[in-house]
């Protein structure tokens, strides 16, 4: 069988290459392009102190990102981008996207919104979470505590996950 065949390594490559290609195929965005490369050696780095046994040494840091912007900047499409490169790395398990906004995560009633949440980044677990226009979960006047329920929920579980 052919799979018999294959380097996990070589596969690794063919696919970091694939989205590293997709990645330049974005129109303009250089500064982020700049970014995803370095996050990749980051990551490259990170990979061979796990192999050798230094696991302890970055154990503590997050790859939490924010990706600000006007809409339709591309935003979504460079999460994806990296959704898949964490994949390729095998950083991910799945590597999925799960894009989120206020409506799936916050709730009509009192209570219900941090389950709501929950069940959101559950949803997200093994690929990445993608909220969109996150500055919408709360108002300038602080007064939606519906919005706040969310934003503190969200922030707890990316703290725990």
């Given amino acids: 069988v052919e799979e018999d065949f294959m380097d996990p390594q070589m596969e690794q490559g063919f696919a970091v290459q694939a989205t590293l290609s997709k990645l330049d195929s974005i129109v303009g965005l250089q500064p982020v392009k700049d970014f995803v490369r370095s996050l990749y050696a980051q ?3 990170r990979q061979h102190r796990r192999e050798m046994g230094l696991d302890g040494v970055d154990a503590g840091s997050t790859l939490h990102m924010v990706f600000v912007g006007n809409p339709g900047t591309g935003k979504t499409t460079v999460a994806k981008v990296v959704a898949e490169l964490l994949k390729a790395l095998g950083f ?3 590597g ?3 894009e989120a906004d206020r409506s ?3 709730a009509g009633y009192c209570g219900q919104t ?3 949440t929950k069940d959101v980044v559950d949803s997200a677990l093994g690929g990445v979470l993608f909220v969109d226009e996150a500055y919408t979960l709360v108002s300038d006047d602080g007064k939606d505590t519906f919005g706040r329920e969310a934003l503190d929920t969200l922030i707890k579980l990316v ?3």
């Fill in 159 to 161: 703290e725990d996950h």
């Fill in 92 to 94: 991910l398990r799945s």
């Fill in 114 to 116: 941090a389950l709501k």
């Fill in 96 to 98: 999925h996207l799960v």
């Fill in 43 to 45: 990551l490259q780095v």
């Fill in 104 to 106: 799936s995560l916050v």
